[in-house]
């Protein structure tokens, strides 16, 4: 015969209604709304996010305690974010969600709470955190305290940086200070059609200046993904777009004192690429595809690219050489001639600090023309913006190990991660070239004066083109002043790169001891 139930059973069973109703959420009607924009529940992206079964949930039952405007008799459970920690990959990672059916997502005082504690305990547990980003903004009803609560997890953002990763994924709208804590952020994911950001939105927007414009026109996927540049990734829906945060997150360490997890590879280390010679032209006005010759060098074929869509004349990717993770930065002379200017300066400088906060090693491939002449970039700011790119890389102390494929002019070479500015080894393909500007270039410059005066002009250039190009131009010019450590054969790319990244696996460089330094803005 069975007890009767005692009061604590009671309260038990009161405590399973409780989380199931916390669970349900805030009805049928609020998750139909969420579904009808093409959108999944808090809940239903936290699952793809992390491993099955992992998530625990830490302050459920949180509440507001504002009154005023009405919410005094609206205090529903979680207050419109959910946070907690998983495993993705079966590495723990913290996250926080915003769930729209609740006050839209806003944020109030309860609800900065939540995230300033899971943020806290992200950073002391050395864990990655990932934000899960759809919400109107700051709780209007709740004042100056919903901003002070941004402040709070701005600040918070800032203390992680380059201590644990910081993805953001934008799952709807995201506007004005809002926006600043996924731009604090290592990463940016994006949906289209469903996610937006921007500081004043299309209203705000016409009543100023008088454009007219959609939301996703002023700060849409795409927009950011191809012309701003705040965002790193764009995808048609977020299950394909939370897969790749898993992906990414496999990628990457837990914190700035470990590695990222190596990976056995059935791709011998020591593979030939023989294709590597038919990708690659040997003249250099001639382009090709760097994507192929990346695929050709890293581990079977993967790599797993950063803001594919802006700044195309730069490739910033992560692969694997050798089972171990790279960051790969790479001219793509299929897009400009693979010339350096204001945005690639910006997103390679960005993608190396990211690299070396992490302990990525960084593989630099080499064809650049030189940086993008114009009056618009040099108005613009060319040279504080391609000495960000400079600094990235004189300031890393990660393994550097750079690869001349064939041109490499002026003051592009140099920033590229030359070995004048720190590379720990260099290699270059006997079709290199390294010289302050192109053969034609210099001889018009040099001889200015004979090829003026000669009675065929043509012939005389063409000549001196021929004598400045086999006396500073030739593929050995550089290995012979230990500019390059080996000119070597392309089939040899891989087994070369993955030697030098293992010999420098256990690299150690210290900085000098000071506060911080001032990079160029």
């Known amino acids: 015969m069975s007890a009767p139930p005692t009061e604590l059973h009671h309260r038990i069973a009161e405590l399973a209604a409780l989380k199931q ?74 996250v926080y969600a915003h769930d ?41 009803q709740e004042g100056v305290g919903a901003l002070a609560g941004y402040g709070g997890i701005f600040q918070r953002n800032t203390r992680a940086s380059g201590v644990i990763p910081q993805i953001s994924v934008m799952l709807g709208p995201c506007a004005g200070g809002a926006a600043y804590s996924p731009a604090l952020t290592d990463f940016v994911f994006m949906v289209r059609e469903t996610s937006q950001m921007f500081i004043t939105g299309p209203d705000v927007v016409k009543a100023v200046t008088g454009e007219e414009i959609t939301q996703n026109g002023l700060g849409g996927a795409d927009v950011h993904s191809s012309t701003s540049g705040v965002a790193h990734f764009a995808h ?13 997150l496999s ?53 797993f690219e ?114 004048s500015i720190g590379a720990d080894l260099t290699f270059a393909w006997p079709s290199n070239e390294i010289a302050v500007m192109g053969a034609e270039g210099a001889a018009n410059v040099i001889f200015r004066r004979q090829i003026a005066e000669a009675d065929d002009p043509d012939a005389v250039r063409a000549e001196m083109v021929k004598a400045y190009r086999d006396e500073l131009m030739h593929p050995y010019y550089a290995a012979e002043r230990g500019l390059v450590d080996d000119v070597i054969e392309p089939a040899a790319t891989r087994e070369v790169l993955i030697r030098a990244l293992t010999m420098l696996a256990d690299k150690h460089a210290e900085l000098p001891s000071r506060k911080h330094g001032n990079p160029p803005q």
């Not at 990628?251 to 023989?274: F, G, K, T």
């Not at 490739?315 to 690639?344: H, K, W």
Request: hydrophobic content about 40%; charged content about 25%.
């Open 100 to 140: 729209f059916r609740i006050f839209g997502g806003a944020l109030g005082e309860a609800h900065a709470a939540k995230i300033h504690k899971i943020m806290d305990m992200a950073l002391a547990a050395g864990a990655p955190l990932v934000s899960l980003n759809d919400g109107a903004g700051a709780r209007i």
């Open 306 to 419: 950063v803001h594919e869509r802006w700044a195309g004349n730069l490739i910033c990717a992560l692969a694997r050489l050798g089972g171990q993770v790279v960051g790969i930065v790479a001219n793509q002379p299929q897009s400009m001639a693979g010339v350096l200017d204001i945005d690639t300066s910006e997103k390679g400088a960005r993608f190396v600090q990211m690299c070396d906060a992490f302990n990525i090693p960084l593989v630099t491939l080499l064809d650049v023309p030189g940086f993008l002449p114009g009056v618009d970039q040099e108005h613009n700011g060319i040279i504080r913006r391609g000495a960000k790119l400079l600094y990235a890389y004189c300031n890393a102390t990660v393994p550097r190990v750079s690869l001349i494929l064939r041109k490499a002019y002026g003051g592009a070479y140099i920033v590229m991660d030359s070995r």
């Open 251 to 303: 990628l990457l360490p837990q914190n700035n004192r470990e590695h990222p997890a190596s990976v056995p590879s059935d791709d011998p280390p020591d593979r030939r690429c023989e294709k590597l010679a038919d990708l690659v032209p040997l003249d250099g006005g001639t382009p090709y595809d760097m994507r192929r010759v990346i695929e050709e060098i890293v581990d079977d074929g993967d790599c």
């Open 21 to 94: 109703s916390v669970l349900d959420g805030p009805g049928e009607r609020a998750t139909a709304a969420q579904r009808a924009k093409g959108k999944l529940t808090v809940r239903e992206r936290i699952d793809l996010l992390l491993d099955e079964g992992s998530f625990t949930e830490v302050e459920a039952f949180r509440r507001h305690r504002s009154t005023g405007f009405g919410l005094e008799t609206k205090r529903p459970y979680t207050d419109g974010v959910v946070t907690g920690w998983g495993t993705v990959h079966g590495r723990t990672v913290f």
């Open 236 to 248: 048609a829906d977020e299950q394909s777009c939370l897969e790749d945060v898993r992906y990414l």
